[in-house]
């Protein structure tokens, strides 16, 4: 255990020591970037700006690095953190370190929030013992160091407690130890689920194949074995997914499991990357199989097999032998018996000889051969089947054409194709029946699962060079899963807290992966890459060029979708995830997604006779052929049609297989466990950073401990929550019945916890991380003391019984003792025999029996008599009892017969009602058959929309096979089209020839080698252009081929420019003209297109006035509607009328009933009435229809208004149902209507008044809408005519674009010229500095400003005398020009200088970029540290709140000591008492023993005198015979009087005896108690000063905490301002858009109410609705056509106007430079206007000075305000101060009088001594009082102080607001300081004071222990005088005297005692 210790817990002492925690103090230390390391550590030096210089700690070297890239270092104590949301500064570089340094200590587990985080150690660790096992068990997860152990059991504890379903999620990448903790997981639900729970049931339980947990921890080595595979990442890397499904019971037992595996990578079973092995199973079995074994299967040497491709690589510490073994007992404990143990060996031998099988091509013909078939014979012996129809099935399968079957010959590469897929599919057959084997094992118990634990291990995220089908199926995965991580971490928890209504601003991480994922698996709008590869399997002549192509077309604008930056070699397409870009390359992957398969061998392997080999081939019918991969058309359609559901593609099943793990996954609580790979050489405590960083960005640990920081994780529900802690709050809650959240406030409340560390919602209390393990704590300890206190109450009873029975014991043995020395004395004496002897003899005796023989005869007579009195009383009752149930049965009878009278009534009534519920049945059964006649017209109807929706889906049917048909004239195109392509690749190939003609020239004319050169160059240059312009392909290569048509121009006009000189200045001349014709023409078409915008403008004002009109007819229709609700809450009126009347109507039958006599006119005005209801029946159905067709017509005429609500129309169906019961409902309320005539008819004027009102509303609202039909007319034809517009100018700015590249060069070739008149212009940049330099002058002598504009001036001229002469030598350089020949040479120096000047301003980009880049990461990292502060605070808050709670329960310890030291009080007066009252028995026994002496002394004298007496009669012999006898008698008289004397005197003695020594034990208990008492005293007081020097320790160093935070506060606010600066420009712009969306909502809230009620009515609209839509359908796709062809035109004029703006640029670089020097006149001008704006700035500036000097001036008389009021609070703190000085005095007075009063009071009389005392008594409690008032003013002191903290906080932040005034500020802040420092001082004079008193309490104990002391003298001095008593040396007076003394004295003492008791107190 102690090896495991060290690799659990660690040792932490290292980092924290006072040491480490002062050097990060002093020394600033940050973490900076690093390449090597990630991160170094360093210390701040100094602060340049934005960048820092750092001082590394290792190497000492100074850095300079930018701010942004400074990371912050917690402190040391931080150090080795076991949860890293507990880190106060949390950025990448301290989780990066924490988890560093665990690492090379040994511990791999670390919490990171709510999940746990693994690092892989690479070596055996000695933590996952039984041991181990143990100690997690049960524990919570804040008790025990971060383990899997911790997970597991949190999770199985939440199973069990909440019933709810887990999963634990082990991701991360290959090799990180993801299978290993799963096994870790198995092994512990194994071992604390197990239903065999002690060792002898496991040892009886003796089952036949092994117990359930056995069986499951097994099954994971034959996995491993089929499964698991060396790569060279992992030697037991898992290339399958597979999710382990423990089910449990109710009690917590394993009941059964269930395995589901995922993408087997079976291409492993053909093919190995270097270095790497196939399955572990081929290895095993070749090692470790026997010889009979080998010769069964076949078995031959590693280097014999094609398919082990790098032969026998072994693993180290690893035999292939042993484990082989291992995998055969592990199928014996799974039951799986020996024929499929060799079946399953067999197919995996076949598989290694499938390998072997070669194929040669014959030699005139391309069919494969099979020249030995060694091979092909192993696997038929080994699979069953027959040789010949095997090698006939691969070398000339069936394929079905048409309807018939023909063979086909097969090449050698489709033979070698064939066998491989074969061997894969036979693999992972075999490894998927192996997994069902597995699973039907593990599933054989019978008990019922209640719940279950998940256990998920899938391969993580894969990015190799080569990525292919199994990489996106493995990342997609993987994007599932981190979807679910994000969703359950950051959306679901955030959603909880707004269901809960708890006050959370929602944040945005950032991690929504739906676009990557709708990437992949979208069906369609537009298709993912899953869905276009499926459709590219079913066309006959796909291939996965065409795959590709489609994807990029479909694709290509997502944001998630780039193309390769790779060689289309190397990469077809590259996918954005979460963990990066991924290049895909999209090889066979048709194949892969097919996965073809020979059918012909397959049907062998299935006719087998094995019955291994036929059952893994019994699904032959999900077999895809050879027929669907050939590409034969004729048959490919029809195998389409008739197996259509069949065939299902290898990403279909993936996709619905990962969509039912995501399903189960979410049902279940996550428990995620991210696997991290430290580094990828397998090596034992080496960590790479890069490789950790990469992992836990992708793994998003940072984002899951923020959010666990910030959020809520622990909630409990309400009644939960009470049950659980009001334990903690036991007063808190009032008696009686109180709401659950009322009663959680109310606990809260008396919990007092901090309000930020809590939520209270609707249903749950929501705590930050830790409060609810805090509150167990405290729960623990409450239930512990309660526990010890019941405990204590019991010994306590225990002993005191026990005790009581001692003291009984003692009594008794006292008892016998006595009885025991009596008889001792008693046995010898002979008198004492002889009445012993008598006693029996004598009659009393026997009175005595014979009475209680006469009593006993009496109590039995008496019981007798009492047993017959019992008897009498019982028969008396019993009497009674039957007469009042005889006097029950008559009344009971005379009640029967009064029932019978009424039921006999009742029936006649009954008879009577039969009749008339007889003649109503008649009326009802007429209802019905109209009713059932209604129903036979809505059958009806309902079967003519049956046909109408027959003929709807024959129309589909129709436009279906349309759309067949048109799919098939494409697949035709598509031939076509490739038809074509061959024709253009021809063509192509000739060109090639052509052009290689053309070389041979060129070779020949060797003059022009340069030009061709030249022109070679350019071409690359043009290469480079188009690869930087990959978004802009297509248009590159159009304008490449017309530069190609320039260039051979340009050829052509070189030859004759070599030829002719002359023609070449004519060309020249002839290109100037040009150019200013395509300017005069490119102004044209600029006019041309201003007057386009403007029309378009136009067009668009319009379309804003028609959306302004359909905004108004919009509110019309909600005016209507609010119409519609009047009507219908007068229709609520009427049917309330209805309802009163009907009541009345009841009311009459039941007078009808009762008067039956008019039933003939009662019919007859029935019948009537009848008539009259159905022709208001009829009136109201014509009323409704003309109201359904106007309403009809109104939706006709309004759908347009509606066409943003057609996708809602499937909820209208919802409603549908709901409308159809409400119209049956209304249907039967209008039948019972038939008697309601009055109603009726008012209902009906009512109905015509809305009728009317209705018809004038849409008489307006048709208006309306035939107005909106013209205006959108005239809409539509302004479109029409702008597209044509639009088509006119694009088709003019083609021909503009042509000429504009024609001429652009001719352009780049004046560029050169204007070369040198640049070199001319340098005098004049010369002369402009010089002017420049004059301006500054000019700038800094504001007086001189008239003079100096003369010399600009007169500079000016001279300019203007410069330019002239330079435009002469303009002139005649251009004429020079004209002459020059070498023309192209200077156009091509000007392409390369415009090559310069893009290359200068995309670095400008760049570095612009890298400036905003630089600005994110800025805001990013002042982001977190704004968290992380804010954090902290929290955390301070928390601090404090301690801090207060200990006080609070040290002033709570400190009430319970005093009320102790009350109880100590009490208890010591009562034994006081006691011995008082003892000692007072003590002197009475005394007194009566001295009387009991006096006697006995008197009767010695009398016996002296009668001895002499008798001596004298002795003496006188006459009278001796006589009195003799009498003599003796009196003799024995007075001997038995002096006898029961000594007894007396002994009993007396005894009991003296016993009183003392309870005196004397009392005494010691007196002293006992009060040493006791004082020690208490003493320890409580030493607590207590304890205490208080940690609380100050505390205070100091919150204070200096304070400091830091207010330091780091201010930095914080000075670089939020920054931020707030540079997210100014970003709310305004967010401002405009919420405005655009709060608009867009708006108006969706005042569509919705009115969707709402026009859905009600639209399933009476059906039909006109239907042809609206149609119409609005085929608007709607007009107008989107016309849309897509605007944003077509508008994308064309984009382009057009870039080309212009290109154009207008090289234009106007070309005035520029030719006109820079007729702009210098402008540019003085302009210089001195610049002067004069300065002039105005620097006067505007006075004003901004003279507004802040007012403003700072404002601030400081705010500030002195602010300081005069802390100068008056601090005069009151002072004054407090004094008076508290003063009270101290006081006190100190009052202790020295009552010094004095308690020496006088010690000599007075005892009145006086008892009215002292009650004085004494007042006075302290006056004293009491005072001390009260002080601790009062005292916290308000404290109260001040915090105050005055808060006020001094105010006036910081002041500070950091006023930049200027900083110094006055912080001298302000220096000031308020030292006022601390003095309040602090007080506080400690104060806390003096009380230790004062303190003090002067321990004077006045240690006077109670003097005067117990003199007490115990006189105590002493009683028992020496009870002593001498006993001796008899004092006399009886003086014993007396000195008795009273003795109780005077003692009451002194007792006195004495009692005064100092409240001095105590």
Same mark, same amino acid.
């Given at each position: 255990?102690?090896?495991?210790?060290?690799?659990?817990?660690?040792?932490?002492?290292?980092?924290?020591?006072?040491?480490?925690?002062?050097?990060?103090?002093?020394?600033?230390?940050?973490?900076?970037?690093?390449?090597?390391?990630?991160?170094?550590?360093?210390?701040?030096?100094?602060?340049?700006?934005?960048?820092?210089?750092?001082?590394?700690? $290792?190497?000492?070297?100074?850095?300079?690095?930018?701010?942004?890239?400074?990371?912050?270092?917690?402190?040391?104590?931080?150090?080795?953190? @076991?949860?890293?949301?507990?880190?106060?500064?949390?950025?990448?570089?301290?989780?990066?370190?924490?988890?560093?340094?665990?690492?090379?200590?040994?511990?791999?587990?670390?919490?990171?929030?709510?999940?746990?985080?693994?690092?892989?150690?690479?070596?055996?660790?000695?933590?996952?013992?039984?041991?181990?096992?143990?100690?997690?068990?049960?524990?919570?997860?804040?008790?025990?160091?971060?383990?899997?152990?911790?997970?597991?059991?949190?999770?199985?504890?939440?199973?069990?407690?909440?019933?709810?379903?887990?999963?634990?999620?082990?991701?991360?990448?290959?090799?990180?130890?993801?299978?290993?903790?799963?096994?870790?997981?198995?092994?512990?639900?194994?071992?604390?689920?197990?239903?065999?729970?002690?060792?002898?049931?496991?040892?009886?339980?003796?089952?036949?194949?092994?117990?359930?947990?056995?069986?499951?921890?097994q099954a994971n080595p034959i996995l491993e074995a089929f499964g698991n595979a060396k790569t060279v990442k992992n030697d037991n890397s898992s290339r399958f997914g597979k999710f382990i499904r423990i089910n449990f019971d109710v009690n917590g037992y394993i009941v059964g499991a269930n395995i589901e595996t995922y993408l087997l990578e079976k291409s492993r079973a053909v093919r190995q990357a270097k270095d790497e092995r196939s399955f572990h199973i081929f290895y095993y079995m070749l090692s470790g199989a026997g010889e009979k074994l080998r010769s069964e299967l076949c078995l031959e040497d590693y280097s014999k097999y094609r398919f082990m491709s790098n032969g026998n690589v072994t693993i180290p510490g690893q035999q292939d032998k042993d484990l082989f073994t291992e995998t055969m007992d592990a199928f014996q404990i799974m039951s799986i018996p020996e024929d499929e143990r060799i079946g399953l060996l067999k197919v995996v031998s076949a598989v290694l000889q499938l390998g072997n099988m070669s194929f040669k091509k014959e030699r005139n013909t391309d069919q494969a051969s099979m020249p030995d078939d060694t091979a092909a014979q192993k696997v038929c012996h080994l699979l069953s089947i027959n040789v010949t129809d095997f090698t006939r099935a691969i070398l000339s399968p069936k394929i079905k054409v048409g309807r018939d079957f023909v063979q086909k010959a097969q090449t050698q590469e489709q033979a070698e194709f064939a066998i491989e897929a074969l061997a894969k599919a036979s693999y992972e057959r075999m490894f998927r029946w192996l997994v069902l084997r597995i699973n039907k094992a593990l599933d054989k118990t019978k008990r019922q699962g209640a719940s279950f634990i998940g256990i998920l291990d899938i391969a993580g995220f894969e990015i190799f060079e080569l990525n292919s089908f199994e990489q996106l199926c493995i990342n997609y995965t993987n994007e599932k899963l981190q979807q679910l991580f994000n969703h359950t971490m950051f959306v679901l928890e955030q959603e909880e807290y707004q269901r809960e209504g708890i006050e959370w601003s929602f944040i945005d991480f950032g991690l929504d992966l739906q676009p990557c994922i709708d990437l992949i698996e979208k069906p369609a709008g537009p298709p993912g890459v899953l869905a276009l590869l499926d459709e590219e399997c079913w066309f006959p002549k796909a291939t996965d060029k065409s795959f590709v192509e489609k994807v990029v077309q479909e694709q290509g604008t997502n944001p998630k979708f780039q193309k390769p930056k790779k060689?289309?070699?190397?990469?077809?397409?590259?996918?954005?995830?979460?963990?990066?870009?991924?290049?895909?390359?999209?090889?066979?992957?048709?194949?892969?997604?097919?996965?073809?398969?020979?059918?012909?061998?397959?049907?062998?392997?299935?006719?087998?006779? #094995?019955?291994?080999?036929?059952?893994?081939?019994?699904?032959?019918?999900?077999?895809?052929?050879?027929?669907?991969?050939?590409?034969?058309?004729?048959?490919?359609?029809?195998?389409?049609?008739?197996?259509?559901?069949?065939?299902?593609?290898?990403?279909?099943?993936?996709?619905?297989?990962?969509?039912?793990?995501?399903?189960?996954?979410?049902?279940?609580?996550?428990?995620?466990?991210?696997?991290?790979?430290?580094?990828?050489?397998?090596?034992?405590?080496?960590?790479?950073?890069?490789?950790?960083?990469?992992?836990?960005?992708?793994?998003? %640990?940072?984002?899951?401990?923020?959010?666990?920081?910030?959020?809520?994780?622990?909630?409990?529900?309400?009644?939960?929550?009470?049950?659980?802690?009001?334990?903690?709050?036991?007063?808190?809650?009032?008696?009686?019945?109180?709401?659950?959240?009322?009663?959680?406030?109310?606990?809260?409340?008396?919990?007092?916890?901090?309000?930020?560390?809590?939520?209270?919602?609707?249903?749950?209390?929501?705590?930050?991380?830790?409060?609810?393990?805090?509150?167990?704590?405290?729960?623990?300890?409450?239930?512990?003391?309660?526990?010890?206190?019941?405990?204590?109450?019991?010994?306590?009873?225990?002993?005191?019984?026990?005790?009581?029975?001692?003291?009984?014991?003692?009594?008794?043995?006292?008892?016998?003792?006595?009885?025991?020395?009596?008889?001792?004395?008693?046995?010898?004496?002979?008198?004492?025999?002889?009445?012993?002897?008598?006693?029996?003899?004598?009659?009393?005796?026997?009175?005595?029996?014979?009475?209680?023989?006469?009593?006993?005869?009496?109590?039995? %007579?008496? &019981?007798?008599?009492?047993?017959?009195?019992?008897?009498?009383?019982?028969?008396?009752?019993?009497?009674?009892?039957?007469?009042?149930?005889?006097?029950?049965?008559?009344?009971?009878?005379?009640?029967?017969?009064?029932?019978?009278?009424?039921?006999?009534?009742?029936?006649?009534?009954?008879?009577?009602?039969?009749?008339?519920?007889?003649?109503?049945?008649?009326?009802?059964?007429?209802?019905?058959? &109209?009713?059932?006649?209604?129903?036979?017209?809505?059958?009806?109807?309902?079967?003519?929309?049956?046909?109408?929706?027959?003929?709807?889906?024959?129309?589909?049917?129709?436009?279906?096979?349309?759309?067949?048909?048109?799919?098939?004239?494409?697949?035709?195109?598509?031939?076509?089209?490739?038809?074509?392509? =061959?024709?253009?690749?021809?063509?192509?190939?000739?060109?090639?020839?052509?052009?290689?003609?053309?070389?041979?020239?060129?070779?020949?004319?060797?003059?022009?080698?340069?030009?061709?050169?030249?022109?070679?160059?350019?071409?690359?240059?043009?290469?480079?252009?188009?690869?930087?312009?990959?978004?802009?392909?297509?248009?590159?290569?159009?304008?490449?081929?017309?530069?190609?048509?320039?260039?051979?121009?340009?050829?052509?006009?070189?030859?004759?420019?070599?030829?002719?000189?002359?023609?070449?200045?004519?060309?020249?001349?002839?290109?100037?003209?040009?150019?200013?014709?395509?300017?005069?023409?490119?102004?044209?078409?600029?006019?041309?297109?201003?007057?386009?915008?403007?029309?378009?403008?136009?067009?668009?004002?319009?379309?804003?006035?028609?959306?302004?009109?359909?905004?108004?007819?919009?509110?019309?229709?909600?005016?209507?509607?609010?119409?519609?609700?009047?009507?219908?809450?007068?229709?609520?009126?009427?049917?309330?009328?209805?309802?009163?009347?009907?009541?009345?109507?009841?009311?009459?039958?039941?007078?009808?009933?009762?008067?039956?006599?008019?039933?003939?006119?009662?019919?007859?005005?029935?019948?009537?009435? @009848?008539?009259?209801?159905?022709?208001?029946?009829?009136?109201?159905?014509?009323?409704?229809?003309?109201?359904?067709?106007?309403?009809?017509?109104?939706?006709?005429?309004?759908?347009?208004?509606?066409?943003?609500?057609?996708?809602?129309?499937?909820?209208?169906?919802?409603?549908?149902?709901?409308?159809?019961?409400?119209?049956?409902?209304? @249907?039967?309320?209008?039948?019972?209507?038939?008697?309601?005539?009055?109603?009726?008819? *008012?209902?009906?004027?009512?109905?015509?008044?809305?009728?009317?009102?209705?018809?004038?509303?849409?008489?307006?609202?048709?208006?309306?809408?035939?107005?909106?039909?013209?205006?959108?007319?005239?809409?539509? #034809?302004?479109?029409?005519?702008?597209?044509?517009?639009?088509?006119?100018?694009?088709?003019?700015?083609?021909?503009?674009?042509?000429?504009?590249?024609?001429?652009?060069?001719?352009?780049?070739?004046?560029?050169?010229?204007?070369?040198?008149?640049?070199?001319?212009?340098?005098?004049?940049?010369?002369?402009?500095?010089?002017?420049?330099?004059?301006?500054?002058?000019?700038?800094?002598?504001?007086?001189?400003?008239?003079?100096?504009?003369?010399?600009?001036?007169?500079?000016?001229?001279?300019?203007?005398?410069?330019?002239?002469?330079?435009?002469?030598?303009?002139?005649?350089?251009?004429?020079?020009?004209?002459?020059?020949?070498?023309?192209?040479?200077?156009?091509?120096?000007?392409?390369?200088?415009?090559?310069?000047?893009?290359?200068?301003?995309?670095?400008?980009? =760049?570095?612009?970029?890298?400036?905003? #880049?630089?600005?994110?990461?800025?805001?990013?990292?002042?982001?977190?540290?704004?968290? $992380?502060?804010?954090?902290?605070?929290?955390?301070?808050?928390?601090?404090?709140?301690?801090?207060?709670?200990? *006080?609070?329960?040290?002033?709570?310890?400190?009430?319970?000591?005093?009320?102790?030291?009350?109880?100590?009080?009490?208890?010591?007066?009562?034994?006081?008492?006691?011995?008082?009252?003892?000692?007072?028995?003590?002197?009475?026994?005394?007194?009566?023993?001295?009387?009991?002496?006096?006697?006995?002394?008197?009767?010695?004298?009398?016996?002296?005198?009668?001895?002499?007496?008798?001596?004298?009669?002795?003496?006188?012999?006459?009278?001796?015979?006589?009195?003799?006898?009498?003599?003796?008698?009196?003799?024995?008289?007075?001997?038995?009087?002096? =006898?029961?004397?000594?007894?007396?005197?002994?009993?007396?003695?005894?009991?003296?005896?016993?009183?003392?020594?309870?005196?004397?034990?009392?005494?010691?208990?007196?002293?006992?108690?009060?040493?006791?008492?004082?020690?208490?005293?003493?320890?409580?007081?030493?607590?207590?000063?304890?205490?208080?020097?940690?609380?100050?320790?505390?205070?100091?160093?919150?204070?200096?905490?304070?400091?830091?935070?207010?330091?780091?506060?201010?930095?914080?606010?000075?670089?939020?301002?920054?931020?707030?600066?540079?997210?100014?420009?970003?709310?305004?712009?967010?401002?405009?858009?919420?405005?655009?969306?709060?608009?867009?909502?708006?108006?969706?809230?005042?569509?919705?109410?009115?969707?709402?009620?026009?859905?009600? @009515?639209?399933?009476?609209?059906?039909?006109?609705? $239907?042809?609206?839509?149609?119409?609005?359908?085929?608007?709607?796709?007009?107008?989107?056509?016309?849309?897509?062809?605007?944003?077509?035109?508008? =994308?064309?004029?984009?382009?057009?106007?870039?080309?212009?703006?290109?154009?207008?640029?090289?234009?106007?670089?070309?005035?520029?430079?030719?006109?820079?020097?007729?702009?210098?006149?402008?540019?003085?001008?302009?210089?001195?206007?610049?002067?004069?704006?300065?002039?105005?700035?620097?006067?505007?500036?006075?004003?901004?000075?003279?507004?802040?000097?007012?403003?700072?001036?404002?601030?400081?008389?705010?500030?002195?305000?602010?300081?005069?009021?802390?100068?008056?609070?601090?005069?009151?703190?002072?004054?407090?101060?004094?008076?508290?000085?003063?009270?101290?005095?006081?006190?100190?007075?009052?202790?020295?009088?009552?010094?004095?009063?308690?020496?006088?009071?010690?000599?007075?009389?005892?009145?006086?001594?008892?009215?002292?005392?009650?004085?004494?008594?007042?006075?302290?409690?006056?004293?009491?009082?005072?001390?009260?008032?002080?601790?009062?003013?005292?916290?308000?002191?404290?109260?001040?102080?915090?105050?005055?903290?808060?006020?001094?906080?105010?006036?910081?932040?002041?500070?950091?607001?006023?930049?200027?005034?900083?110094?006055?500020?912080?001298?302000?802040?220096?000031?308020?300081?030292?006022?601390?420092?003095?309040?602090?001082?007080?506080?400690?004079?104060?806390?003096?004071?009380?230790?004062?008193?303190?003090?002067?309490?321990?004077?006045?104990?240690?006077?109670?222990?003097?005067?117990?002391?003199?007490?115990?003298?006189?105590?002493?001095?009683?028992?020496?005088?009870?002593?001498?008593?006993?001796?008899?040396?004092?006399?009886?007076?003086?014993?007396?005297?000195?008795?009273?003394?003795?109780?005077?004295?003692?009451?002194?003492?007792?006195?004495?005692?009692?005064?100092?008791?409240?001095?105590?107190?």
């Open positions: 255990m102690a090896d495991a210790e060290k690799f659990l817990y660690g040792d932490r002492s290292a980092g924290n020591t006072p040491l480490a925690q002062a050097d990060w103090a002093t020394k600033k230390l940050v973490w900076i970037p690093s390449e090597k390391l990630g991160f170094e550590a360093g210390s701040l030096k100094e602060e340049k700006g934005e960048e820092c210089v750092v001082e590394l700690t $290792d190497s000492g070297k100074k850095v300079t690095v930018n701010k942004d890239d400074i990371q912050k270092m917690n402190p040391p104590k931080f150090s080795k953190v @076991e949860d890293m949301a507990e880190l106060t500064c949390l950025n990448e570089a301290s989780v990066l370190h924490n988890l560093k340094e665990r690492y090379y200590s040994g511990l791999i587990y670390t919490y990171s929030g709510l999940f746990c985080v693994v690092v892989n150690p690479y070596k055996y660790l000695p933590i996952y013992s039984e041991d181990i096992v143990n100690m997690y068990k049960g524990k919570k997860r804040h008790e025990m160091p971060p383990h899997i152990y911790a997970i597991t059991d949190t999770a199985y504890r939440s199973m069990m407690q909440d019933r709810e379903d887990q999963s634990i999620l082990c991701t991360g990448e290959s090799g990180a130890g993801k299978t290993e903790n799963t096994k870790k997981v198995i092994q512990y639900l194994a071992h604390v689920a197990s239903s065999f729970k002690s060792k002898k049931e496991q040892a009886n339980a003796v089952l036949s194949h092994g117990e359930l947990e056995k069986q499951l921890l060689l289309k070699d190397d990469a077809d397409f590259c996918i954005i995830h979460y963990a990066g870009k991924v290049d895909y390359k999209a090889n066979a992957w048709l194949m892969k997604n097919m996965d073809p398969l020979n059918e012909c061998v397959a049907t062998l392997f299935n006719q087998s006779t #094995d019955k291994f080999t036929a059952e893994l081939w019994k699904d032959m019918d999900r077999i895809v052929g050879l027929d669907k991969v050939a590409g034969m058309s004729e048959s490919i359609h029809g195998a389409s049609r008739t197996r259509k559901g069949m065939f299902r593609t290898v990403g279909q099943l993936y996709k619905e297989q990962l969509g039912n793990l995501m399903a189960t996954l979410r049902n279940t609580n996550p428990n995620f466990v991210r696997c991290i790979i430290p580094n990828h050489e397998k090596k034992a405590g080496k960590l790479e950073p890069h490789l950790v960083l990469d992992q836990l960005r992708c793994n998003g %640990v940072l984002e899951g401990i923020r959010i666990c920081r910030q959020g809520f994780p622990n909630r409990i529900v309400f009644q939960e929550f009470r049950q659980r802690y009001e334990i903690l709050t036991p007063n808190a809650i009032p008696k009686g019945f109180m709401d659950g959240k009322q009663a959680c406030v109310l606990m809260i409340k008396a919990l007092e916890l901090d309000p930020n560390l809590f939520r209270v919602g609707q249903s749950k209390v929501f705590f930050r991380a830790g409060v609810l393990a805090h509150l167990e704590e405290e729960r623990d300890i409450k239930i512990t003391d309660v526990v010890i206190s019941f405990q204590a109450w019991c010994r306590g009873y225990v002993a005191r019984k026990a005790f009581t029975k001692r003291q009984q014991q003692l009594t008794a043995m006292k008892v016998i003792q006595r009885n025991c020395v009596a008889y001792l004395k008693l046995r010898n004496w002979q008198w004492w025999r002889l009445f012993t002897k008598v006693k029996p003899l004598l009659q009393v005796t026997r009175q005595e029996e014979e009475m209680l023989a006469k009593e006993e005869e009496l109590e039995k %007579v008496m &019981e007798r008599q009492l047993q017959a009195q019992q008897q009498l009383q019982e028969f008396e009752s019993k009497q009674q009892q039957l007469n009042a149930e005889k006097l029950a049965l008559q009344e009971q009878l005379q009640a029967e017969t009064e029932l019978c009278a009424e039921a006999e009534e009742m029936r006649a009534r009954l008879a009577t009602r039969k009749q008339e519920l007889e003649e109503i049945l008649h009326d009802l059964e007429s209802r019905l058959e &109209e009713e059932e006649e209604r129903a036979t017209q809505m059958q009806t109807e309902k079967k003519k929309m049956q046909q109408n929706i027959t003929d709807l889906e024959q129309q589909l049917d129709q436009e279906e096979g349309a759309r067949q048909k048109l799919q098939m004239e494409k697949v035709t195109t598509d031939a076509k089209l490739k038809k074509l392509e =061959e024709d253009v690749m021809v063509l192509d190939d000739q060109n090639n020839k052509l052009l290689k003609e053309k070389k041979q020239m060129e070779e020949r004319i060797s003059e022009f080698t340069t030009n061709l050169t030249e022109e070679e160059e350019k071409s690359k240059s043009l290469q480079k252009l188009k690869n930087k312009h990959e978004a802009m392909i297509t248009d590159l290569e159009d304008r490449l081929r017309k530069e190609e048509k320039v260039r051979q121009e340009l050829e052509k006009n070189r030859r004759k420019l070599e030829g002719d000189s002359s023609e070449l200045h004519d060309q020249m001349s002839d290109l100037q003209a040009q150019i200013d014709e395509l300017r005069a023409q490119l102004a044209k078409k600029e006019e041309e297109l201003h007057a386009a915008l403007s029309r378009i403008e136009e067009e668009a004002a319009a379309k804003n006035a028609a959306q302004k009109q359909i905004r108004e007819l919009e509110a019309q229709i909600s005016e209507l509607q609010e119409d519609l609700e009047l009507e219908r809450q007068a229709r609520a009126k009427a049917e309330k009328h209805r309802r009163d009347l009907g009541e009345e109507l009841e009311a009459l039958k039941t007078e009808l009933e009762d008067t039956l006599d008019s039933t003939a006119a009662q019919q007859e005005l029935r019948s009537k009435r @009848e008539v009259e209801v159905t022709h208001l029946k009829k009136n109201l159905e014509e009323e409704a229809k003309l109201h359904e067709q106007q309403m009809a017509d109104m939706r006709q005429k309004h759908n347009q208004a509606f066409e943003e609500l057609n996708e809602q129309l499937e909820l209208a169906k919802r409603n549908k149902m709901s409308m159809e019961k409400a119209k049956q409902a209304l @249907e039967s309320e209008w039948n019972e209507l038939q008697i309601e005539m009055k109603t009726l008819t *008012q209902g009906k004027g009512d109905s015509e008044q809305r009728r009317k009102k209705a018809e004038t509303q849409l008489q307006e609202l048709q208006v309306k809408y035939s107005e909106s039909e013209r205006h959108r007319h005239e809409v539509a #034809d302004k479109m029409a005519k702008m597209q044509s517009e639009l088509e006119h100018v694009n088709s003019l700015l083609s021909e503009a674009d042509n000429k504009n590249i024609k001429f652009s060069k001719d352009i780049s070739a004046t560029d050169s010229q204007l070369q040198d008149a640049q070199e001319l212009l340098q005098e004049e940049t010369r002369q402009k500095l010089a002017l420049s330099t004059r301006l500054r002058q000019l700038e800094d002598e504001q007086n001189n400003l008239r003079e100096l504009l003369e010399e600009e001036e007169e500079g000016k001229k001279n300019a203007e005398k410069q330019i002239t002469t330079l435009q002469t030598q303009l002139a005649d350089m251009k004429k020079k020009l004209e002459n020059e020949s070498l023309s192209l040479e200077g156009a091509e120096e000007g392409r390369k200088r415009s090559q310069r000047e893009l290359e200068g301003v995309m670095h400008q980009l =760049e570095e612009r970029t890298a400036a905003y #880049d630089k600005l994110d990461k800025t805001k990013t990292r002042l982001q977190q540290e704004l968290d $992380d502060l804010i954090v902290d605070q929290d955390h301070l808050r928390q601090i404090v709140s301690n801090l207060e709670k200990k *006080q609070k329960k040290f002033d709570q310890m400190l009430a319970e000591e005093k009320t102790i030291s009350t109880q100590y009080a009490e208890e010591r007066d009562k034994a006081e008492a006691e011995a008082r009252e003892k000692e007072t028995r003590a002197l009475t026994l005394a007194r009566e023993l001295e009387t009991m002496s006096d006697v006995k002394n008197e009767l010695d004298r009398a016996n002296k005198m009668l001895k002499a007496e008798m001596d004298d009669l002795v003496s006188s012999k006459d009278d001796v015979g006589k009195s003799v006898h009498e003599l003796e008698r009196s003799k024995r008289a007075m001997d038995q009087q002096l =006898e029961e004397m000594r007894v007396q005197v002994e009993e007396l003695e005894d009991e003296l005896q016993a009183t003392e020594d309870a005196k004397l034990r009392l005494e010691v208990n007196m002293q006992a108690m009060k040493a006791q008492f004082d020690r208490d005293l003493q320890a409580r007081d030493e607590q207590g000063e304890e205490r208080r020097k940690q609380l100050v320790k505390q205070v100091r160093e919150m204070e200096v905490d304070l400091e830091d935070e207010r330091k780091q506060r201010s930095q914080a606010l000075s670089a939020k301002k920054k931020l707030e600066l540079d997210l100014g420009e970003l709310d305004v712009q967010i401002e405009a858009a919420n405005k655009g969306r709060d608009e867009a909502l708006k108006q969706l809230k005042k569509l919705q109410p009115l969707m709402k009620e026009q859905m009600r @009515e639209l399933d009476e609209l059906r039909l006109s609705r $239907d042809e609206a839509v149609n119409v609005a359908k085929e608007t709607e796709r007009k107008l989107k056509a016309m849309e897509a062809d605007a944003l077509h035109f508008q =994308e064309d004029l984009a382009t057009a106007e870039k080309v212009k703006r290109q154009v207008q640029t090289e234009r106007d670089e070309l005035q520029e430079e030719i006109s820079s020097t007729n702009t210098k006149n402008t540019v003085l001008a302009e210089d001195k206007r610049k002067l004069e704006a300065r002039i105005t700035q620097l006067e505007e500036e006075l004003e901004e000075e003279h507004l802040n000097t007012e403003m700072v001036n404002d601030r400081l008389k705010r500030s002195v305000l602010q300081t005069e009021q802390m100068t008056t609070e601090l005069a009151e703190e002072r004054s407090g101060s004094l008076r508290l000085e003063g009270a101290r005095s006081q006190l100190d007075r009052q202790n020295k009088e009552m010094k004095l009063k308690l020496q006088e009071l010690e000599g007075t009389i005892k009145s006086k001594y008892k009215s002292s005392i009650t004085t004494l008594e007042a006075k302290i409690a006056q004293l009491e009082e005072q001390l009260d008032i002080e601790s009062k003013e005292r916290q308000q002191a404290t109260r001040l102080t915090r105050r005055t903290e808060k006020k001094l906080k105010e006036v910081l932040l002041m500070v950091d607001d006023e930049r200027r005034n900083t110094d006055q500020f912080k001298d302000q802040a220096e000031k308020a300081n030292i006022r601390m420092r003095q309040l602090k001082r007080q506080l400690e004079e104060a806390e003096e004071e009380v230790t004062r008193s303190n003090a002067q309490r321990r004077k006045m104990q240690r006077e109670l222990e003097d005067a117990t002391e003199s007490a115990d003298s006189m105590n002493r001095e009683v028992g020496i005088l009870k002593s001498k008593l006993r001796r008899g040396d004092v006399p009886f007076n003086m014993r007396r005297v000195v008795n009273r003394s003795g109780l005077d004295s003692d009451e002194d003492v007792d006195g004495k005692t009692e005064t100092p008791e409240p001095a105590a107190e």
